[in-house]
């Protein structure tokens, strides 16, 4: 079971826009930023969003974040084929026992 | 240009144990921060371990005592070693580095291409 709790699927029709919520708690979330991950299978994670809402170079700005207390979201717009992957939300956590926490993924499918 | 290959996983009996190595290019190892991120097959990110710039290491409970983070400031490498390894330990393994990504902002942007480990008799 993952520290932060996302939806496990979300889905859209090309064109569309979609959203992937991301819920934490005060260690991590809460008093941390976040960073976006998307995932092709079979291949390395990518940063897609960094310090809740900045993208890297190279990222569409069709991909956005944002963060509001202890929760976090990734909002795609113009949903494109190739958006189609695995997505994970991710933050530092201040707990004695953790450090670096993830979301369960949502596995994103492009009608 | 900023490189992260990891090597080392393969298959291994339960109980056994393995060292996986991370070379490192374009940056130093001994000055940066590091972690291991797992995933199991089918499965989601999970943090493994972390070492710090200054030598401080931290592991997830579920590999305290059986996993050891480490590197080699000589061979600009990040290693894991594996022991006592169970079914539940069988997954990709990724090593990750705290780079520079915009401005002065650091964050955990760059990944290896992950190496296969599966635990099984």
């Known amino acids: 079971q993952s520290v932060l709790t996302q939806p496990p699927s979300a889905s859209g029709t090309p064109g569309q826009r979609v959203t992937i919520s991301c819920s934490g708690s005060?260690?991590?979330?809460?008093?941390?930023?976040v960073n976006w991950y998307q995932q092709i299978p079979g291949t390395a994670p990518k940063l897609l969003i960094y310090s809740n809402n900045q993208r890297p170079s190279g990222v569409p700005d069709r991909f956005s974040g944002s963060k509001s207390g202890t929760s976090a979201s990734l909002a795609i717009s113009g949903l494109q084929s190739e958006d189609e992957a695995d997505y994970y939300c991710?933050?530092?956590?201040?707990?004695?026992?953790?450090?670096?926490?993830f979301g369960g993924g949502t596995k994103l499918t492009v009608l | 240009e900023v490189q992260l290959v990891e090597t080392g996983g393969g298959l291994i009996q339960p109980g056994g144990s393995l060292r996986l190595s991370c070379a490192a290019s374009?940056?130093?190892?001994?000055?940066?921060?590091m972690s291991w991120v797992r995933q199991a097959p089918g499965k989601g990110l999970e943090w493994v371990s972390v070492?710090?710039?200054?030598?401080?290491?931290y592991y997830a409970d579920s590999v305290k005592g059986r996993f050891t983070i480490s590197r080699d400031n000589s061979k600009n490498t990040l290693y894991l070693q594996m022991n006592s390894l169970r079914a539940e330990d069988t997954a990709v393994y990724y090593c990750?580095?705290?780079?520079?990504?915009?401005?002065?902002?650091?964050?955990?942007?760059?990944w290896g291409q992950g190496t296969l480990v599966t635990v099984s008799s």
């Open positions: 991710a933050a530092w956590d201040d707990s004695l026992n953790v450090h670096w926490v």
């Open positions: 070492i710090y710039s200054g030598g401080s290491t």
């Open positions: 990750a580095y705290k780079g520079l990504v915009s401005g002065n902002y650091y964050t955990w942007c760059y």
């Open positions: 005060s260690s991590n979330i809460g008093s941390n930023t």
């Open positions: 374009g940056f130093t190892v001994s000055s940066s921060y």
